[in-house]
């Protein structure tokens, strides 16, 4: 992967938009200015960015990504397996990490995602308790706060090219002390897996306090399995009764949500109508919990899916994230929307352009970021894309890419293609009759 400086555009030209209009498209600084019929906006020439006819999108945004796991599957070799044994796996592989191995690996993880086209990730971070069981003594400040020290690092690191939140990603066994160190590395969010703590409800409280403490949001992982206890309308609850105004900028969401896809019609409605009332964003992660749920299951296995439809006809923000990448919780992964849209298409039953505004436009929403697109007054992270739709992208996920971030050229990919001829085929003499 080349390196090179981020250039300031000025003047998209000739783009096309999902409406099938070609335009032009002037950016001022961070911001889609004017967007105009091809050949009718000028710039100067060193401002000009020709796109040829690509398709142009607002940039996918990744809502759930665990840049500290990332790509650690061919040092740690896990065994394919369910939920259970993935924490297994990265539990015993966590206590031989280094600063320096999260943030190599992070970095590596975060530019990929770059360059498929993702300009705003947010991730979770393991608070690093060094606890299997309650019997288990912590680990030190020091230890616990490896994976964060990491990650702060990489996000400053890449500022000046992408946006990278981190939450706090707190076990159930993560002594407070251990969570709080970790935000005052400069973890953005509080986050945790309540639905695995012995009192679920208990550890939902706990960390909403711990967030409330210290004036931020909240992104659980929450009710990750088909059958396991739900936590998600007592989160919601407890949300709704949260000091939200348009000056606290806190978000609250919940990833996983898998639990809600198996729960009978009377129990669903009930819980999505406190997801809606409390406005609580979901965030569904089709490739991570389509490896790890069903494996108890040999036929009719179950799809580990929340329940996008039922949230969505209910006005929930559903986005939708890719979560792991290489590691125990998916050997798999390339770092790419356009493969988690299509998993939504294929499993989530919804169409093209919804799954791709769930990766794009509904993911900024549901992390607090500000609009984007090829529209006036719209932040400029855009995807410029060989495509003639938003299907054809979905469908085919063309390599060959253009990338802006807040108005900058932050990474191009051009694939070039070569097919041989088709052999002439000899003509043969007419057989006798």
């Known amino acids: 992967m080349d390196a090179t400086a981020p250039h300031q555009v000025g003047l998209l030209r000739s783009a096309l938009l999902p409406d099938g209009r070609l ?63 993935a924490i297994a796996s990265w539990s015993a592989h966590a206590t031989t990490m280094t600063v320096e191995d999260v943030a190599d690996r992070a ?17 979770h971070v393991d608070v690093l308790s060094g606890r299997r069981t309650a019997e288990d003594a912590p680990a030190s400040v020091e230890s616990a706060t490896r994976g964060a020290r990491a990650l702060v690092q990489v996000r400053d690191e890449l500022a000046g090219l992408m946006d990278i939140e981190l939450v706090a990603l707190a076990g159930p066994l993560a002594p407070d002390h251990h969570v709080e160190a970790v935000l005052d590395c400069g973890v953005d969010l509080v986050g945790g897996a309540p639905h695995l703590a012995e009192n679920p409800l208990a550890d939902v409280d706990r960390l909403l306090a711990i967030a409330e403490r210290y004036g931020v949001g909240v992104d659980l992982h929450t009710d990750e399995s088909l059958d396991g206890p739900v936590t998600l309308d007592h989160y919601a609850r407890a949300v709704l009764q949260m000091p939200r105004d348009e000056h606290t ?68 923000r559903v986005a939708a994230g890719a979560d792991n990448v290489r590691d125990p919780f998916n050997p798999v992964g390339r770092s790419d929307a356009l493969e988690t849209a299509s998993l939504l ?32 007054g719209r932040r400029a992270d855009l995807l410029a894309i060989a495509a003639t739709s938003i299907t054809d992208a979905v469908a085919n996920a063309p390599a060959d890419r253009i990338v802006l971030s807040r108005g900058r050229l932050v990474a191009r990919t051009e694939v070039r293609t070569t097919v041989a001829l088709p052999v002439p085929v000899r003509a043969t003499a007419p057989v006798p009759a």
């Open 23 to 85: 335009v032009d498209v002037a950016i001022d600084g961070e911001t889609v200015t004017d967007v105009a019929p091809a050949g009718t906006l000028s710039a100067p020439a060193d401002a000009v960015l020709d796109l040829d006819g690509r398709l142009l999108l607002t940039a996918p945004a990744e809502p759930h990504a665990h840049l500290d796991k990332a790509l650690s599957a061919d040092a740690i070799r896990p065994p394919l397996g369910d939920l259970g044994a």
């Open 107 to 123: 970095r590596t993880a975060a530019l990929a995602l770059l360059a498929a086209g993702t300009t705003s990730v947010r991730t």
């Open 249 to 316: 900028g806190r978000q609250y969401s919940a990833g996983h949500c898998v639990r809600l896809g198996t729960l009978g019609p009377e129990r669903l409605a009930e819980v999505v109508a406190d997801v809606a009332a409390a406005d609580l964003g979901v965030i569904a992660l089709p490739i991570t919990n389509l490896y790890l749920q069903g494996w108890q299951h040999p036929v009719s296995t179950p799809r580990g899916l929340t329940a996008i439809r039922a949230l969505t006809e209910a006005g929930v």
């Open 345 to 376: 298409v294929s499993a989530g039953h919804v169409t093209p352009d919804q799954a791709y505004a769930m990766v794009s436009d509904t993911a900024r929403s549901v992390m607090g970021l500000p609009a984007a697109g090829p529209v006036p």
